[in-house]
């Protein structure tokens, strides 16, 4: 079950086994009339996909060169602005966001190898999540990492939808570029904010891949 993240399995599993007793019950009680067996076989067979691809969770080997920034999510990038980063920094920042639709990968990976040097979870609104006030009034949650070549902040932001975050993280552990940090459920985004003067690799519109696509080197 490896392809299905482990923030869905129990569901996924529970689902499975949950419509083919219902098929079974509506097989039974209906003397086995296809006209009333086949729509019901053929309506869980699309609520399972849709909710098994919601929590698919792909392999993907990390190419890029030692010093680019992978993307930490699947999705769209919606914003690159020079903002306030008001929480850790205190300064101005370039900020990156991806917005993660309910049809995107959900995995939130590492975007650099480094030392997690603060992990906070907070608590907040759920306005949706392209709102401009979201990433500092929703619930989310602070990452900072660190390596020799850049400290880097990634945001994760619960959506209007999306009210479960996951994060697995802590200060001052140690992590590889590509694994698991973290899980956002249904639609959200995400934020990283670079140093001023880093040469962002990608536009407004572009659609990313986690692992996958360079957002920038340093």
């Not at 850790?88 to 995107?104: A, E, G, T, W």
């Not at 994760?156 to 200060?171: C, D, H, M, T």
């Not at 990283?192 to 692992?211: C, E, M, R, Y």
Request: hydrophobic share 45%; proline share 3%.
């Amino acid at each position: 079950m490896n392809f299905i993240h482990k923030e869905g399995r129990s569901l996924v599993i529970s689902l499975f086994l949950l419509f083919g007793l219902l098929l079974v019950l509506i097989d039974r009680f209906s003397a086995h009339n296809c006209w009333l067996v086949c729509p019901a076989a053929l309506l869980f067979l699309v609520l399972f996909y849709l909710v098994a691809q919601f929590f698919r969770n792909p392999t993907r080997t990390v190419i890029a060169a030692e010093n680019a920034v992978v993307a930490p999510a699947d999705g769209k990038v919606v914003v690159i602005e020079e903002t306030e980063e008001t929480e850790y920094f205190k300064d101005k920042r370039i900020q990156v966001s991806i917005f993660m639709s309910p049809l995107n990968v959900h995995v939130n990976r590492n975007p650099i190898s480094g030392v997690v040097r603060y992990a906070k979870y907070h608590k907040g609104l759920y306005l949706v999540a392209w709102h401009p006030k979201s990433s500092t009034e929703n619930e989310r949650t602070t990452i900072v990492f660190k390596n020799d070549k850049v400290e880097l902040l990634v945001r994760q932001i619960a959506g209007a939808v999306a009210r479960r975050i996951r994060f697995y993280v802590k200060e001052g552990d140690t992590v590889t570029r590509g694994e698991d940090f973290g899980f956002i459920k249904f639609g959200s985004r995400v934020d990283l904010f670079f140093p001023l003067g880093t040469k962002i690799d990608v536009k407004i519109g572009d659609v990313v891949k986690g692992n996958l696509t360079v957002l920038a080197k340093v």
